[in-house]
């Protein structure tokens, strides 16, 4: 309904703006039209995708959007692959939101974004040529990294990391102190400290994880 | 090592005419989320993948013309695994012998070498331990800065243990690690030495991280006080050794894959010492700075 206090602009200014704002998108060099944040291609058990308030079983090949929430039972598992190439392995028992996940025209991640409510997720992040950020904020603090093959597990007191490939920066949501965990290392943080200096993971603690994130 | 060796040729070859003890190796070792710093004195706990350097100076008994007044050394270490719990350790060490009334002597002490294998590793109770065999190659070295023709071979175990596992408040931080090794020598008249000694150490990043983050400045954040103690003690016949103790507090700060520690040196006896001598060692761990090259084991999953 129009406001009978101010005067219409003439309808043939209407016509160059709605153009502008429908090209606007395709103009810009960073983003790409409301492609899928992502793809589920994994899937073992009876996961959720909770999207724009809606429910449902989620199934392979189904899209996920930002602002997709994923729930994984405690017997199940799940797999997507990003639209960046990047492949998030879900552990069973974890809450996940995308809450950002920005890709441009020619596939290459912007920043991303995922929160972690509780649980362990397998990020393997694909590389991509400028600067862009990959984060994932947990109730405790939050970990980036820039391309790497790593584990972050979350619940509301603490939060750890294991790296493969590549390094992660774990950052205290209460002390804003700072981890960088290298390859091979792992390293934990509690709500409220600092995070625990890194060391050597063994190969047994890593074949734990693998285990629980490996999507048949 | 470095102040074993040192200990060996400035006190025991000098003051007491006989050769060194082996050396042995330092660095940093963890189990769950507690880290035990690098030491000065005692050996590394577990294997690892290091290089680090040490210097320390400690003033000797003088007397008369010639005799020793102050000994130094400067040490390397270069620490490999072979696999993810057992590994190698070589080391060379650099001697200078200031004399009374004499001109300095110096020279290389033995080459030394050890293989360690890591037992036990408890995370939950910050535990663990570590068995090693310890081997110097006598008449590697030079005589005159007080390197024995006699080798030596030093069964040695390990062990470092956390307080987070207890219910003691700000006590969690402390740990202990320690050593206990028996070096059997070559030949006589080199003496066999049981070589005891502990480190007490409380640990401010283990504060701020699993205790309570204080408000501390960013330096003091990365600090370890710690107090070293090694004795030396004649095993069978002495051959005119005597027990030795030296006490070595110091405080060592932890960057992002690097330590830098220095230490006092307290002899507690005549026989340790005459003097406060200082030692200081910077290590570099290559596992960090190299996790997926130089910085992993030999053998291990690609």
């Not at chain 2, 663990?128 to 005159?144: N, P």
């Amino acid at each position: 309904m129009s406001n009978p206090e101010k005067p219409m602009k003439p309808r043939a200014l209407h016509y160059p703006l709605f153009a502008a704002a429908l090209l606007l998108p395709l103009l810009s060099p960073g983003l790409a039209l409301a492609a899928p944040a992502g793809t589920v291609v994994g899937l073992s058990g009876a996961s959720i995708v909770e999207s724009g308030g809606a429910r449902g079983a989620a199934k392979l090949g189904q899209p996920v959007q930002v602002g997709d929430t994923i729930e994984v039972p405690a017997d199940g598992k799940l797999k997507l692959r990003m639209a960046d190439g990047s492949v998030i392995s879900v552990a069973a028992g974890t809450r996940l939101t995308i809450a950002a996940y920005g890709v441009d025209a020619a596939g290459q991640r912007q920043d991303a974004r995922l929160s972690l409510a509780q649980g362990l997720l397998r990020a393997v992040v694909a590389p991509v040529e400028r600067p862009a950020r990959f984060e994932v904020d947990t109730a405790v603090g939050a970990a980036a990294v820039r391309s790497t093959d790593w584990f972050v597990e979350g619940s509301a007191t603490a939060m750890q990391i294991g790296v493969l490939t590549g390094s992660v920066e774990m950052t205290s949501a209460a002390t804003k102190r700072s981890e960088t965990i290298p390859a091979r290392w792992g390293a934990r943080l509690e709500a409220g400290r600092d995070p625990v200096p890194p060391r050597v993971w063994s190969p047994a603690e890593f074949a734990a994880v693998i285990a629980r994130t490996d999507v048949k | 090592m470095g102040l074993r060796k040192s200990c060996a040729a400035a006190v025991a070859a000098l003051v007491l005419g006989v050769g060194s003890p082996a050396n042995r190796a330092n660095a940093y070792s963890a189990t769950g989320d507690r880290l035990f710093p690098a030491t000065l004195v005692l050996p590394q706990i577990a294997p690892g993948d290091e290089f680090y350097v040490n210097a320390m100076t400690m003033p000797l008994a003088g007397g008369t013309a010639g005799a020793a007044s102050r000994a130094s050394n400067f040490t390397a270490t270069y620490t490999k695994t072979i696999t993810d719990r057992l590994g190698i350790v070589l080391d060379e060490t650099w001697t200078r012998i200031d004399r009374v009334g004499a001109g300095s002597l110096n020279g290389w002490q033995n080459t030394d070498t050890a293989i360690k294998y890591l037992a036990i590793v408890d995370q939950p109770h910050e535990f663990l331990f570590t068995v090693g065999l310890d081997r110097e190659f006598g008449g590697t070295g030079a005589s005159r800065a007080g390197a024995s023709a006699s080798g030596a071979t030093t069964p040695t175990v390990f062990f470092g243990k956390g307080l987070g596992d207890l219910d003691i408040g700000y006590w969690r931080p402390l740990a202990v690690t320690g050593s206990v090794g028996y070096q059997i020598a070559d030949t006589h008249p080199r003496p066999n030495l049981v070589t005891p000694g502990f480190v007490v150490e409380y640990s401010i990043p283990y504060l701020q991280s699993k205790v309570q983050s204080l408000d501390l400045p960013e330096f003091v954040r990365g600090l370890t006080p710690m107090t070293e103690v090694l004795f030396t003690i004649p095993g069978g016949q002495s051959f005119g050794a005597r027990t030795t103790a030296l006490v070595a507090p110091g405080v060592s700060y932890a960057g992002e894959g690097w330590e830098l520690a220095i230490e006092g040196l307290v002899p507690t006896s005549r026989a340790t010492g005459r003097g406060v001598g200082a030692i200081a060692q910077f290590h570099l761990s290559l596992d960090f700075v190299a996790p997926e090259t130089i910085g992993r084991p030999l053998l291990s999953a690609p």
